[in-house]
């Protein structure tokens, strides 16, 4: 989770990196790369620079490869999770001072992919891949001609599909007529059913393997009907949760309020650890215990102090600084980033956006 914000944060400020023609540098080198391969590169493409015509381009390339090379020369070995560098000159305004860029980072997770680029802009792609959460929680809401679906990572909900599918109401009339009109809305639901199936597949089965869980909602018996008619693939079906959550909308209100549910069906998930821990911050608060505390000034007095067993705080806080992410590394603390979009995220909001669950 630390290493994860940490990330976040750095290629937040690399990305806000502006520069001009070739005076960005990236290099990122996967774990299963030679360093002796990856210095013999850098020098070859030290000595090409002689062939840039670009005086400035030269000399701002030249400059940041020879103090990648200068870093690589001190290395033993690549990290086991490979690193990345990030090294340029941004020009100042107005003739100003330029500005030398120079970021070394070790991901938290292994680099894939060796990559070399000069340009305007850092190459951070692979990156802010790893500040994600890899797993996912698809929730599909279903009415009658109706389909929701939104994508649950971590604590984030993202609309991904609201659409309408034509189906006839319901007749009155009585006799023959009847019977062959509901026959026909009969068969345009389960085109309906098929039609979501089939969405399902294109949207999930590319990457699976990400996929944790489907979670059902909306109007229960549509749910269930479209789960034994809507022909979904046996890989998806698996995936299936068991309980249906019903619904008062089926759009993006309604994803919301799934999503308050699915935490407590699925319970390996984050909103669900984040519930926890809150629930437990407010019981022990409730109890007038010592044993939680909260505000700025109060948390970071017991943090520096090495109290801090849970720290909580919101992830648009200002306090969530590299002084803070500091002090939680060095006292072991777990940090948990809560959503702005949860119900515990809005509820921390009101105490001042930090509070902690202390050792003692």
Not at 62 to 82: F, R, Y
Not at 155 to 166: A, P, S, T
Not at 216 to 222: A, D, F, P, S
Request: charged fraction near 25%; include cysteine; proline fraction near 3%.
């Amino acid at each position: 989770m630390l290493d994860r914000y940490q990330l976040k944060r750095k290629i937040a400020e690399l990305k806000a990196f502006k520069g001009r023609q070739s005076s960005f540098t990236t290099l990122t080198v996967p774990p299963n790369k030679a360093l002796a391969d990856v210095i013999g590169f850098v020098r070859a493409e030290l000595a090409g620079c002689e062939n840039i015509k670009s005086r400035v381009n030269r000399r701002n390339v030249a400059d940041n490869l020879t103090a990648i090379l200068s870093e690589l020369t001190k290395m033993k070995s690549v990290p086991e999770n490979g690193i990345a560098f990030f090294y340029g000159i941004q020009e100042g305004e107005g003739g100003g001072t330029n500005k030398e860029i120079r970021e070394i980072l070790v991901p938290p997770a292994p680099i894939t992919q060796f990559v070399y680029i000069c340009g305007r802009e850092f190459a951070v792609e692979e990156l802010e891949g790893m500040t994600q959460p890899k797993s996912l929680i698809v929730i599909v809401l279903i009415e009658g001609g109706k389909v929701t679906i939104g994508y649950l990572r971590g604590k984030h909900m993202e609309l991904v599909r609201d659409e309408d599918y034509y189906i006839i109401g319901k007749t009155r009339a009585g006799g023959q007529s009847a019977r062959r009109y509901e026959h026909i809305r009969d068969g345009l639901m389960l085109d309906f059913f098929k039609h979501v199936g089939r969405m399902l597949g294109e949207l999930l089965l590319p990457n699976i393997q990400n996929v944790d869980a489907i979670v059902l909602g909306g109007n229960t018996i549509r749910a269930q009907e479209f789960l034994e008619k809507g022909d979904l693939d046996y890989r998806l079906r698996l995936k299936v949760a068991e309980t249906i959550i019903p619904v008062s909308q089926v759009d993006e209100i309604g994803l919301y309020e799934a999503m308050k549910e699915a935490s407590r069906i699925l319970k390996e998930t984050e909103i669900y650890a984040e519930r926890q821990a809150w629930d437990a911050f407010l019981e022990n608060l409730m109890k007038g215990s010592s044993a939680v505390t909260y505000g700025r000034r109060e948390v970071m007095e017991a943090l520096k102090a090495g109290r801090v067993q849970s720290l909580m705080i919101t992830e648009d806080s200002p306090d969530l600084s590299d002084e803070l992410l500091q002090e939680v590394s060095n006292f072991g603390t777990e940090l948990m980033v809560f959503s702005s979009q949860t119900e515990s995220g809005s509820q921390l909001k009101g105490f001042g956006g930090i509070a902690a669950i202390l050792r003692w």
